[in-house]
C-alpha cells in the first residue's frame, strides 16, 4: 500500500523561507514521480512542481520557477520542496502526490495517491 505523508508545513513571514517534505512509502520501483500541489481557500488546485524519481528530472510552475526547488533523498524515499522567497500569494494547502507510473514525465498526468495535505501561511 502506498503511503505519502507530508510535514513542514507552517507560518511564515513574506520573504521567508520554509522546507516540506513528502515521506513516501510502498513503491516497489523508482519508476515513478512526486508532484507537489497547493490548494488556496476558494481556488482549484494546481500544480506547484514535481520529479519523476527515476532520474531527477523537476519541473515547476511558472509562478514558482526560481524561488522553488524539488528534491528527492532516495535513501529516505522522501521528497522535499524548498520554498524561498515566499510571497503572500503562495498562501495554501500543500499537497504531495504521487504519480505510480512517470514513464511519460510528470506533468498533465492525474496523479494516484494523495498526502493529507499541510498549511503554508505566509504573513505580508
Known amino acids: 500500500e502506498v503511503q505519502l505523508v507530508e510535514s513542514g508545513g507552517g507560518l511564515v513571514q513574506a520573504g521567508g523561507s520554509l522546507r516540506l517534505s513528502c515521506a513516501a512509502s510502498?513503491?516497489?520501483?523508482?519508476?515513478?514521480?512526486i508532484g507537489w500541489f497547493r490548494q488556496a481557500p476558494g481556488k482549484p488546485r494546481v500544480g506547484v512542481s514535481c520529479i519523476i524519481i527515476s532520474d531527477g528530472k523537476a519541473e515547476y510552475a511558472d509562478a514558482v520557477k526560481g524561488r522553488f526547488t524539488i528534491s528527492s533523498d532516495s535513501a529516505k524515499n522522501t521528497v522535499y520542496l524548498q520554498m524561498n522567497s515566499l510571497k503572500p500569494e503562495d498562501t495554501a494547502v500543500y499537497f504531495c502526490?504521487?504519480?505510480?507510473?512517470?514513464?511519460?514525465?510528470?506533468?498533465?498526468?492525474?496523479?494516484?495517491?494523495w498526502g493529507q495535505g499541510t498549511q503554508v501561511t505566509v504573513s505580508s
Open positions: 510502498g513503491f516497489t520501483s523508482d519508476d515513478y514521480a
Open positions: 502526490a504521487a504519480l505510480a507510473s512517470a514513464a511519460w514525465g510528470c506533468v498533465g498526468y492525474e496523479y494516484d495517491y
